[in-house]
C-alpha cells in the first residue's frame, strides 16, 4: 500500500495499516505463487482509497483506531475493488497493473479469472465478519473459496504426469464435493436438525460429490452417444481424470508417448490413450473406487432416522451414481 | 430445468419449481441478450441436483413446500454452481454447455467473465435475503452487480462511434462510482450517523467516484511520462473515454479514418486521435465537466457537520481530484 499517500491524515492513516493486515491474513490460496502475487498486489498496490473513505465516514475528529466491524468492512471494499481489477485486466489485455506485472500478464487469464473469484470469496467472508451475520455466511464464502481452490489445483496440474492420486482426491473434494456437502449441510441446519444430523448430511454430500466427480470422469472414457459433453474433452486440455490417473504409473512408457503431446495431441492419439487406458482397466479401477465412495454415502445415509427423506435419498444416490433409471 | 428427473421425488418436485422461478427473477441484467442467455441456462440446465439435495435434507415426510429460506438457499446453491460452470468453460474453451452453446463461445471469455460474476452476486444476493442478515449485506450484493454491469456497459459500448454521453455516465457510475459510493456510505452507516448523513455520505462519495473516473480518462491524453498505464490503452482497446466523446460527433468525419480501423489502430493513428482530441479541446471541456462533479462532491462535504473529517475530506478531494500535492 502507498501508505505515504497518507502521511498528512493521521485520522485514517493508522487504520489503514491495520485493513492492509487484514486483508493480507485473509488471502489464503494455496497456490503458493498466486497467493504471493494477491499479496504483492495488496501490499503495494493502490492508494487505499475506498477504505479511506470508509473509514473517513466513520469519523469525526477522532484519531482512535475504528472498531473492528469498520476495519473489516474497509478491507472488504478494498479486496472487491482489487478483484474487478483483476477481472478487468483479462478483458483489456493489460500488461500491467500498479507498476507491476499484471495477474492475467503474469499466470494468464485463466488464472486470473479465478484469482478474481477468490478475491470475491475474501470479499464475502470480511462482510459476514463484519456483520456479525448467521455462521453460514462465512460457510458459504469458505466453501466458494473451497471450489475456487479446487479449480486452481485441478488447473495446475495439468499435462503433469507426475500428480498423485491425493491431488486428484483434493482437487474434486474442492471443485465439486464442496457444494455437494455445504446443500446438504444447509438442509439440515436450517430445517432444526442437530449438530451430529448436519456433519453427519455435510459428510453424505462430500461422498456423493465425490461419486459424482468420479462417475463423469468414467464418463469421458464411454462412447458418449447421447452425451452433452465432448468426450476426452479432459484429456484434451490436459486434466487427467480418474481412469487415467489408475493406469498411468504402471503403462507410462505406453501412454507417454501420446500424452507427451500435451494440446497438440490429435483424436487419434486420444483415441488411442483412451484405448490403453480400457486396456489396462483404469475404467474398471475408477469404477470399484467410485462404488467405495457410493457404498459410504449409503452407509451413512442409513444411519439417518427412518423417514421418507431417507428412502428417497437412497432411491437418488441408486439412481444417480448406478446410473439405473 | 429438467424437471422430469423429480417426477418420482413428490419431496421435492413442487419446491425445485419455485427455486427456478426464484432463481430466474433474480438475474438482473441489463444487457439482454446476456440475460436471456443466464436464463436459459437457468431454465434448459441441469437437474438441480445440489438445491434438490440441500431440500432433501431439510425435510423428513412432508410434501408441504419448504420454507422461503430454504427455497432462497437452494437457489443461491444452484446460482453458485451455473456461475462456477461458467468460469470453467472459459478455462477449457467448452463449445457448449448442457446441451446448449456455452456463454463463453456464444458472447466471448470476456463477457463470460462478467457474466460468471453478475451471477455471483446474484449467489451473494440470495444468501442475503435467506440469512434475514444486515441490510447492507443485500446493499453489498447489489453494489457488486452495479459494478459488473457497469463493465458490461463499457464493454458492449467498445467502437460503438454513436454511443450517447448518458451511456458513458451509466457505465462509469456503475463500474467505478458504485463502489465509491458504497464506501462512504457503510462508514456513515456503521458509524451510527442518522439517515440524512447516510444519504449524504452515498452521494459524496458517488460524486467523488464520477470525477476520480473522468480525471482517469483524462490522464490517457496526458503526456503520462510517470504513469504505470500505457498512455491510450482505452483507445486500443476500443474503450471511447470522454475526452473523446466530448469531441467526437463534431468531429466525426475527422476522427473515424482513424477509428474505423478498431483493434487495427497503430501507435501513430492512436497518436493522431490524441492530437485530434486535444486541438478541438476534447481535454478542457473533459476537465470542465469533471470539475462540475468535483465541485458537488465539495458542496456536499460543506454540508456535514464541522469536524475534522470534513477538512480532512475537503483536502482529500482537492488533492485527488485537483491532482494537487
Known sequence: ????????YPLVKDDLQIVN???????????PKL???LLQMANNGGKYLRPALLLLFSKENSTTIADERLLKLAASIEVLHTATLI????IDDSPKRRGQVSIQSAFGKDVAVYAGDLLFTVFFDLIADALYASPYLKVNAQMMRQILNGEIGQM???FDTEQSFLTYLRNINGKTAAIFSLACQEGAYFSEADRRQVALAKRIGQNIGLSFQMLDDILDYSDGKNLNKPVMEDLATGVYSLPLLMVLQEHKAELMPYLAKKEQMT???????????????GVTKAKALAEKFIQKALDQTSQLPA???????????????????
Chains 1, 2 share one sequence.
Open 87 to 90: 477481472h478487468d485486466d483479462i
Open 35 to 37: 497467493k504471493s502475487a
Open 267 to 281: 483424436a487419434a492419439d486420444m483415441e488411442a490413450v483412451k484405448q490403453l487406458v480400457l486396456k489396462y482397466g
Open 21 to 31: 493486515q487484514l486483508i493480507a491474513k485473509k488471502i489464503e490460496v494455496n497456490d
Open 156 to 158: 495446475n496440474a495439468r
Open 1 to 8: 500500500m502507498k501508505l505515504n499517500f497518507w502521511q498528512q
Open 307 to 325: 423417514s421418507q427423506k431417507r428412502d428417497l435419498l437412497e432411491k437418488l444416490i441408486k439412481r444417480l451414481l448406478k446410473k439405473t433409471n
